[in-house]
């Protein structure tokens, strides 16, 4: 199959890895609310939860099952009969079930946790998997703990799994302790090594304590894994999952080097964001990629002023493409005379170059102590400029210049240009096209002083 064509199935566990993340349980009725979410998200499959951890999670798991019918439904079991047939339980009036057993492969993980040898973990992984493709025709696989388990084990095992009846194998870099290269040569060589592994999906679950999760998924699609394994805002144990919204926009903007597809409806990321941020009470980071509040926000003058004239000076992607409603210009003290500009335009002034100089530099004293300049506080900063009043308090000292002292001086002989109203005219980001035609190009200019 050409490679412009391939498909990646997208597995979704924020409800079941991604609830294990401190401060992340939800309850019954709040994983049904989020599952409608994923499925209006195009998730390819949807692992419900951990049926046996909890009677909750059980029921929350079988609700979801009953009711969300396009996505396959997975339920996790560890390598034993009562996990697995209580993940049936569950899972059995799905429209598409899926049993999903995990069982660590590593030494460290049979020594210390498991307390069994090799041979004990081969033999449970191929019973177990055998029994639940006795109950599910779909079952997946998970050697925890993958990327540090002995390489020669570790297929000796997915072979055996594969034989048991194993349709997916996916591949946990549980601890997140790999780097892309390396696990791009362990799915080849799984892929090398396992008989009968082209009729089976691979899938990678990788988790981000080196912050790498998201570029070893990538790796592992791109040495032919066709699962990825992720969560909404890349919640999870420890630091965290892969960010489902940043493997798919991955994909999206770098098709020359990622040419594959997945049934996400993208303009659902930023709204399933925030569901899920508002049903945890968990913030998402501001800087967090795709979804952050900053994402898409722009402080730093150059990079204002180029956003302005063509978003895709700075923009990668559009804010809509992801569902975030529209880019942002944030005025702080890095902010130049353009973006200042396009703001008063939106409050309804337009300024003359002397009063926009005048009302920047007030502004750049105000952004020094308050970080963020609010439109409250440029509306009153215009207001004490243009319209003094003895008793107004202003937020920043009055200034003491030689172009102020010129312009107090000329008011006697000439009125002073003042602001007035006016109806903006806005591009696709909600704002002016461009500033003020007599100081356009200076602005430009000064802007562009202000750093990257």
Not at 130 to 155: G, H, I, Y
Not at 222 to 227: D, P, V
Not at 287 to 298: E, I, Q, Y
Not at 343 to 368: K, M, N, S, T, W
Request: hydrophobic share 40%; charged share 25%; glycine share 6%.
């Amino acid at each position: 199959m050409s490679t412009q064509h391939v498909r990646i199935t997208v597995f979704d566990t924020t409800l079941r890895d991604g609830e294990q993340s401190p401060g992340c349980s939800m309850n019954h009725q709040e994983k049904l609310r989020l599952a409608h979410q994923l499925d209006r998200l195009g998730v390819d499959v949807i692992e419900a939860g951990f049926p046996i951890a909890s009677d909750g999670d059980f029921e929350a798991v079988k609700a979801i099952a009953a009711v969300i019918r396009r996505p396959i439904v997975a339920g996790l079991a560890r390598a034993c009969r009562p996990d697995i047939e209580r993940a049936w339980e569950a899972l059995k009036h799905a429209a598409r079930p899926r049993i999903h057993v995990f069982l660590a492969t590593s030494d460290i993980h049979l020594k210390f946790k498991l307390r069994i040898t090799r041979e004990e973990c081969l033999a449970h992984a191929r019973e177990a998997v055998a029994f639940a493709k006795s109950l599910c025709p779909d079952v997946e696989f998970s050697p925890e703990d993958a990327t540090r388990t002995d390489p020669e084990f570790l297929c000796q095992v997915l072979n055996a799994v594969v034989e048991a009846g194993a349709t997916t194998l996916n591949i946990p870099d549980t601890v997140g302790y790999t780097v892309p290269s390396e696990f791009g040569d362990l799915i080849a060589t799984i892929r090398r090594r396992v008989k009968g592994i082209e009729t089976v999906t691979i899938s990678a679950h990788c988790h981000n304590d080196l912050g790498m999760a998201v570029a070893n998924t990538m790796a592992a699609v791109a040495a032919g894994a066709r699962q990825v394994e992720c969560t909404i805002n890349g919640i999870g144990e420890r630091a965290g999952n892969a960010s489902l919204e940043e493997i798919v926009m991955a994909m999206r903007v770098r098709q020359d080097r990622y040419p594959y597809e997945t049934a996400i409806a993208a303009e659902h990321l930023f709204p399933a964001s925030q569901l899920l941020s508002e049903i945890t009470g968990v913030p998402v980071q501001p800087n967090k990629a795709v979804t952050g509040r900053n994402a898409f926000a722009h402080e730093a003058g150059i990079h204002q002023d180029g956003v302005l004239k063509n978003p895709l000076t700075y923009e990668i992607m559009t804010p809509q493409s992801v569902g975030v409603p529209d880019s942002k210009l944030v005025l702080g003290k890095h902010s130049g005379r353009h973006a200042l500009a396009i703001r008063c335009e939106q409050l309804g002034y337009q300024f003359d170059r002397r009063a926009l100089d005048d009302i920047y530099r007030r502004f750049v004293r105000l952004a020094d102590k308050i970080k963020k300049v609010e439109d409250h506080h440029l509306l009153e900063l215009i207001r004490d400029t243009h319209k003094p009043s003895a008793s107004a308090t202003p937020l920043f000292e009055p200034l003491q210049t030689p172009v102020a002292a010129a312009a107090a001086a000329s008011a006697a002989t000439q009125e002073s240009p003042r602001p007035f109203p006016m109806a903006p005219q806005s591009n696709p980001f909600s704002v002016p096209v461009s500033a003020p035609a007599d100081h356009h190009h200076d602005q430009q200019q000064e802007d562009y002083l202000w750093g990257v």
